[in-house]
């Protein structure tokens, strides 16, 4: 199959100014904005602590939960003497 | 918790969240831009990162030191503080390792970099993960209780190891705050440096005070469970 090369629409006019390589230059200017880094630092900081606040409390929830059903478990055994959960 | 102990817990609390929403507006409002340099306004990313690093120390320094005491006289409470500590050096360790990449991309272009303090940071932050880990899936019982304590006790080792690593093998992290270091030229930012060592200091006591508590709590289901066991309440 044939195809026929499309005429050239590119306004580079001189193929000679393009780029042939790529080579790395010292010092190259940081343009990543400041304050979206600032932010992202905070954000990130707090939802660790939140999270780990988060996961700690909820844990600790179930945990109480349990040791209240172990005791009255062994309690309700305790007084009848042949309760099993 | 007791009554008592409530009443301090929750003052405490009050008292750590009035101090951060204090020293964000500060930092935001009073603290002057740092030179671009240092990363212009990302610079004030240091006057929460610093101190967690601090924290992550604090809390390194309980481990070891609740681990050290456990290996001595082994009691639940020693070994819940250990683990509550290694807990929480992960945490602050985490913070460090996550705002510092951040700031450097402003001050020096690139997130990560072996830097000698970034390395000895992530080696730090690996050792504590390793205890949490060991503790989270390696049982409960006395041997691992033991191991774990040890292993704390080394943690503790590599913190030093960060503090010095500038001075002894430079790198790229500022040496603002250390002796040979041109200090923080502006009151303002000392102010703000001072209230987040503070803060962070309460909301370490705090996470540690928490998960010592928790880790209490589930030697105390481990207990009943056993008891329950024993007197075929449960199977």
């Known amino acids: ?71 009255k478990a062994i309690a309700a055994g305790g007084a009848d003497g042949s309760g099993r959960q | 918790m007791t009554g008592t102990k409530d009443k ?25 831009l740092a030179q671009l340099q240092a990363g212009g306004l990302a610079q004030k990313i240091f006057y929460f990162h610093v101190p967690a690093a601090y924290a992550m120390y604090l809390c390194g320094a309980v481990c070891c030191i609740s681990s050290g005491l456990y290996l001595y006289s082994p009691t639940d409470t020693r070994d819940a503080a250990a683990r509550a500590g290694a807990d929480c050096a992960v945490v602050f360790g985490a913070m460090v390792l996550a705002s510092g990449p951040l ?18 940071t992530l080696l730090s932050v690996l050792v504590f993960v390793s205890v949490v880990m060991l503790r989270a899936f390696a049982g409960n019982g006395e041997a691992e209780r ?23 093998w430079g790198g790229n992290h500022p040496t603002v705050i250390t002796k040979t270091g041109g200090g923080l030229r502006h009151p303002a930012m000392t102010h703000a440096l001072m209230v987040g060592f503070l ?26 469970e056993e008891q329950a066991i024993a007197t075929g309440q449960i199977d």
């Open chain 2, 199 to 224: 803060a962070m200091t309460l909301l370490a006591g705090l996470l540690v005070w928490c998960r010592t508590r928790l880790t209490l709590s589930l030697s105390r289901v481990a207990r009943l």
């Open chain 1, 1 to 71: 199959m044939t195809q026929s090369q499309p005429e050239s629409t590119t306004t580079t006019s001189d193929p000679s100014s393009r780029s042939t390589e790529f080579v790395a230059v010292q010092g190259g200017g940081e343009t990543t904005s400041a304050a979206s880094l600032l932010i992202a630092a905070y954000a990130v900081m707090w939802g660790l602590v939140f999270a780990f606040v988060f996961l700690s409390w909820r844990r600790q929830a179930r945990v109480e939960t349990r040791i209240s059903e172990l005791e």
């Open chain 2, 103 to 120: 700031w450097a991309k402003k001050a020096w272009g690139v997130y990560w970099t072996w830097d000698p303090r970034l390395t000895t």
């Open chain 2, 8 to 32: 301090l817990f929750y003052g405490l609390l009050a008292l750590t969240a009035a101090i951060f929403v204090y020293l964000i507006g500060y930092i935001f409002l009073a603290t002057p």
């Open chain 2, 146 to 168: 033991k191991f774990a304590s040890a292993l704390g006790v080394l943690g503790v080792v590599t913190l030093p190891i960060i503090h010095y690593a500038v001075v002894m």
